[in-house]
């Protein structure tokens, strides 16, 4: 059986149920690969500091 793998652009395209589902039954999913916490660490990286 192949796992399917798609590439996303940010983290908000993924399903959030989902996303978390597999992070929490993956072996090595942690608390930082959490759904909310990604979308949090994007949006700190896309603020606007120049104004």
Same mark, same amino acid.
């Given at each position: ?14 399903? @959030?149920?989902?996303?978390? @589902? ?19 660490v994007?949006r ?8």
């Amino acid at each position: 059986m192949s796992l399917p793998v798609r590439r996303l652009d940010t983290i908000e395209t993924a399903n @959030e149920n989902q996303w978390d @589902e597999a992070v929490s039954q993956a072996a090595l999913g942690s608390v930082f690969h959490r759904y909310d916490r990604l979308r949090v660490v994007e949006r700190g990286y896309d603020r606007d500091d120049s104004v």
